[in-house]
């Protein structure tokens, strides 16, 4: 995944995580960070590892089980550089760097 966008947006599909799971979002404690510090590089492999407010109950850990299954195969590439991107759907891509 090149875009290293924060848990709000739209890593898979049409739905942003946030919405498709509120719970997690609501007990996640870094809700505004990049998507990079939701996990570490470890022995060349891609971990992912969020931060909970809690101690999470079961039916919430069967909810991560589900998030981990919509992200499974995203990793960040480190060789891309952080962005920020606005597709206008039209046209080209605007990005701030770009401004």
Same mark, same amino acid.
């Given at each position: 995944m090149?875009?290293?966008?924060?848990f709000g947006?739209k890593?898979?599909?049409?739905?942003?995580?946030?919405?498709?799971f509120?719970?997690l979002?609501?007990?996640? %404690?870094?809700?505004?960070?990049?998507? &990079?510090?939701?996990g @570490?590089?470890?022995?060349? +492999?891609?971990n992912?590892?969020?931060?909970w %407010?809690?101690n999470?109950?079961?039916w &919430?850990k069967s909810? @991560?089980?589900?998030?981990? +299954?919509?992200?499974?195969?995203?990793?960040?590439d480190?060789?891309?550089?952080?962005?920020?991107?606005?597709r206008?759907?039209m046209?080209?891509?605007?990005?701030?760097?770009?401004a």
């Open positions: 090149g875009r290293k966008s924060g947006d890593w898979v599909g049409d739905l942003e995580l946030k919405n498709k509120p719970r979002y609501s007990l996640c %404690r870094d809700k505004d960070e990049l998507l &990079e510090c939701f @570490v590089w470890e022995e060349g +492999e891609w992912w590892k969020f931060g %407010r809690r999470l109950f079961d &919430e909810q @991560v089980g589900q998030l981990f +299954e919509e992200i499974r195969g995203l990793s960040i480190p060789a891309i550089d952080d962005s920020w991107v606005w206008d759907g046209h080209t891509d605007f990005s701030v760097k770009s």
